[in-house]
């Protein structure tokens, strides 16, 4: 039902807890425990569907390199390599159609080189496709689909977009908003809700029924709490109307991520800057860019992008995700060779580099197959606790019963100055992720429903 515990409230028959000792705080819990019930009962189905599909994903790492082993890695390590110029000749030669966007030269000693070509027939127009080719014999070892800056193949690109869209589109990425937008609350109400009483649950040695379950879904949510947090801010970070204002508010702030300029210096009208379409050597080549960006301190594993006409630069970047991360990327002048432009990721405004490190860390690349493992285990705890928290709801009442309304005048007894400014809080929340403020209006209105009802009906009874 949700990602952290709740409380033994309308607990099936058997020896009563304490209530808890009454707090300037107390008047609260009733409205935490409705927010958290109803939140629970509704978002645990996305948030079901994210964490399964986060836990392939995780695990999609370790798969991709069995699966595409063969294209990945070389027959055997040679004396010396090609010059990263003949080996995108290499391609080419097997992959005429379509333009090199990147390059990727290989980072290891047993990696092939990728070459990215863009604009090929039958490939996702937002994704490439990645001809690998061994770096020292120059053959060419398969081509696959590859998406992402972190050079996603079909399989773990295929999970992804289940996790990110359910393959719907912009559309469908509603559903992984919705999800982290109230992964935080449900966590958070949870932890609130179980502490408020756990000096009361101590004293109750029942260990059975729905107090065994309510005691699995607790602790298991108190641990799990942070790693749930840390996933709903990160994930918000790319969403689409949450990540939308993230964005513009660290623009507001100059903590946009930088990118170094492209434009190349000087005129390059008839010195050869320029290319056939397809064509990766613009003006000096990629061997001497590639020497230019080494000879600035970057090295593997780096990016060599084409320009993109005459008057821009040749762009190496970077792209370890892993830590320790490298991220710096220089602009290379076509016509000279020289470096017009460098950007280290040590420059990069704190925000900015908070949301690189958040993102990668949420995706697994931080920190590697510790990453990726612990991601797992998160997924599965959120699997547990929706799994318990729905048993808690059956063994409550065999499904039938909903839960308690608010008691009537609840609101009333909050004090002013906890109410006020929990009211405004809660208004600026809605305003910066609005699949959050949206269904939380929603749930207040149907719960005010509900009570009306069950006044009427004589049987509104107070919550626990």
């Known amino acids: 039902m949700s990602t952290a515990p709740t409380t033994t409230t309308d607990e099936a028959p058997g020896p009563a807890a304490p209530a808890p000792a009454p707090g300037r705080w107390a008047p609260l819990r009733p409205l935490v425990l409705r927010l958290h019930f109803y939140a629970g009962v509704f978002v645990a189905p996305f948030l079901l569907i994210a964490a399964v599909t986060g836990f392939l994903y995780a695990g999609a790492f370790q798969a991709e390199k069995i699966v595409y082993r063969h294209e990945m890695t ?7 390599q090609l010059p990263v110029s003949e080996q995108v000749a290499a391609a080419r030669k097997a992959h005429p159609e379509g333009t090199v966007s990147a390059v990727r030269p290989s980072p290891e000693a047993d990696a092939t080189t990728r070459v990215m070509l863009s604009g090929v027939k039958g490939v996702d127009p937002g994704h490439t496709l990645a ?23 079909p399989l773990r690109t295929w999970i992804d977009e289940f996790h990110r869209d359910l393959h719907l589109g912009e559309n469908g990425r509603l559903y992984s908003e919705f999800a982290a ?22 004293k109750v040695r029942g260990t059975s029924g729905r107090r065994r379950t309510l005691g699995l879904h607790g602790t298991v949510g108190v641990w799990a709490a942070a790693g749930f947090f840390f996933l709903s801010a990160t994930g918000l970070t790319w969403s689409t109307y949450a990540g939308a204002n993230i964005d ?13 300029s492209s434009a190349a210096g000087g005129d390059h009208s008839g010195h050869g800057a320029s290319a056939s379409a397809g064509d990766a050597e613009h003006g000096v080549g990629l061997d001497r860019v590639l020497a230019a960006a080494r000879a600035k301190g970057l090295g593997d594993p780096v990016e060599i992008v084409p320009p993109a006409d005459a008057s821009s630069a040749y762009v190496v970047r970077q792209v370890q995700r892993s830590w320790p991360e490298k991220q710096d990327s220089v602009a290379v002048d076509p016509t000279t060779g020289k470096v017009t432009d460098t950007l280290r990721f040590a420059d990069y405004p704190l925000l900015a ?50 839960g308690r309304p608010i008691p009537r005048g609840a609101w009333q007894q909050v004090p002013p100055q906890i109410l006020v400014p929990g009211v405004v809080l809660v208004a600026v929340l809605g305003y910066f992720v609005p699949l959050l403020g949206i269904p939380l209006a929603g749930f207040i209105v149907a719960d005010v429903i509900l009570g009306e009802i069950a006044h009427r009906k004589g049987r509104g009874a107070p919550a626990a």
């Open 181 to 202: 937008s109230w992964l935080w609350v449900i966590a958070g109400g949870g932890v609130v809700l179980w502490f408020s009483r756990r000096r009361a649950l101590r």
């Open 131 to 153: 001809v690998f080719v061994d770096p020292y014999t120059g053959k060419v070892r398969g081509a696959l689909e590859q998406y992402g800056s972190t050079g996603a193949l």
């Open 353 to 402: 580099k908070l949301t690189r490190w958040g993102i990668d860390l949420h995706t697994g690349v931080l920190f590697g197959l510790v990453n990726q493992i612990a991601l797992m285990i998160l997924a599965l705890s959120l699997v547990l606790l929706i799994v318990w928290g729905y048993r808690m709801w059956w063994q409550r009442g065999r499904g039938s019963a909903f």
């Open 248 to 260: 513009e508010l660290r623009t507001s702030l100059g903590q946009s991520t930088p990118s170094v």
């Open 74 to 80: 070389v027959a055997a390590v040679g004396e010396r």
